[in-house]
């Protein structure tokens, strides 16, 4: 048996994730996903959140 | 650190929910139709069926035939149809964390690499290595496990030297605090 492993880069970047929400929307769209959640609010409050 | 303006913090045990939907799709591929990517091709050495784990970000694909050399093909295609699906949901593949493992009772040496196709176009070769590791376990060729045994044994020798130090009863902390 051969097995190939890969890791997804920057999967938890979650500081560029409107790279993934805005940019990709109508790309995520035809793959099937809704956007009804794509527009969440965005929390200005969490300075203390760190990676 | 980071200040982070949206989103939610590391560790947030939603983060692995929030993973999981998104990388359903792909899942679903390699399960409603597992051969799709190679199903044109008249591969010989009876290859299986080939499976992609998943683990948040972490991913393995597995294939066995009667040849190294018509695994290495599979998986090579099989790469190409994942480094697509994850371009369209705007993901990219870690070309720093790519390893290949040939699970043989022979010797691994004249066993054949793998030659990827990135999606700049690149071509990355990528070796066969004596133990690979995923999800932090060191897997090699013969499922023995001794380099994971090996490193595990030491990362625990260098914690109890540490815990050592701070029991130290003239100078270190105290009891209480251990």
Redesign the interface.
Same mark, same amino acid.
């Given at each position: @048996?051969?097995? $190939?492993?890969?890791?997804?880069?920057?999967?938890?970047d979650?500081?560029k994730?409107d790279?993934?929400l805005v940019?990709?929307a109508k790309?995520?769209n035809?793959?099937?996903?809704s956007e009804v959640d794509i527009n969440l609010p965005?929390?200005?409050e969490?300075?203390n @959140?760190?990676? | @650190?980071?200040?982070?303006?949206?989103?939610?913090?590391?560790g947030s045990s939603i983060?692995l929910i929030l993973?999981s939907f998104y990388s359903a799709?792909l899942l679903d591929l390699f399960e409603k139709n597992p051969n799709s990517h190679i199903q044109d091709l008249l591969l010989p050495d009876d290859p299986t069926t080939t499976i992609l784990f998943m683990y948040?970000?972490?991913?393995?694909?597995? #294939?066995?035939s009667k040849s190294?050399e018509t695994?290495?093909k599979i $998986?090579s295609l099989v790469?190409c149809r994942?480094n697509q699906w994850?371009q369209?949901?705007?993901?990219?593949?870690?070309k720093d964390?790519?390893? $290949? @493992?040939?699970?043989i009772q022979g010797c691994l040496d004249g066993s054949p690499a793998?030659c990827l196709l990135e999606e700049d176009g690149s071509i990355s070769t990528?070796s066969i290595s004596s133990t #690979?590791q995923?999800l932090g376990v060191y897997?090699d060729r013969k499922l023995l496990f001794n380099k994971h045994v090996t490193k595990i044994a030491s990362r625990a020798e260098a914690t109890i030297a540490n815990i050592s130090i701070l029991a130290n009863t003239t100078q270190g902390l105290s009891h209480y605090y251990l």
């Open positions: @048996m051969s097995a $190939l492993t890969f890791d997804i880069k920057g999967y938890f979650f500081i994730h790279r993934l940019r990709n790309t995520l035809s793959t099937g996903i965005i929390r200005k969490s300075s @959140m760190c990676r | @650190m980071t200040k982070v303006e949206n989103g939610i913090p590391q983060s993973a799709g948040i970000d972490d991913g393995k694909l597995t #294939v066995s190294l695994n290495v $998986l790469y994942v994850l369209k949901a705007g993901l990219t593949l870690d964390k790519q390893e $290949l @493992m040939h699970y793998i990528i #690979v995923w897997f």
